[in-house]
């Protein structure tokens, strides 16, 4: 492919998506946050908005920093991940979240 037929960064059909961030929390530990985005046409393809907050989890922040989550928390963190993605494209509700039984 040349420059000129590269596709963009974020393709026109992706509208929506899925931002994870990481923040100290009060308590010494680090929230794990995921939040949806949607993308914001004419601004650019990297111009995203945020829309809601979907789900939060306070982790260890040594076991965090050493990656030595347990594999349920890492298998919470994918489980949520793809389900709000899921969601997005079959345009349904929130779904649950980390702490939704």
Same mark, same amino acid.
């Given at each position: ?21 990481? +923040? ?13 985005v ?18 939060? +989890? ?9 990656? +030595? ?9 994918g ?12 345009? +349904? ?9």
């Amino acid at each position: 492919m040349t420059p000129q037929e590269t596709q963009p960064f974020f393709p026109e059909e992706a509208r929506e998506g899925v931002v994870a961030t990481l +923040k100290r929390a009060e308590s010494g530990r680090i929230r794990l946050t995921l939040d949806d985005v949607s993308h914001q046409p004419g601004i650019g393809v990297t111009a995203w908005r945020h829309d809601r907050l979907f789900t939060h +989890k306070d982790f260890d922040a040594e076991s965090l920093r050493s990656m +030595k989550l347990s594999r349920e928390d890492l298998a919470l963190i994918g489980e949520n991940l793809v389900i709000r993605l899921l969601a997005q494209i079959e345009g +349904k509700s929130l779904g649950r979240g980390y702490e939704a039984p």
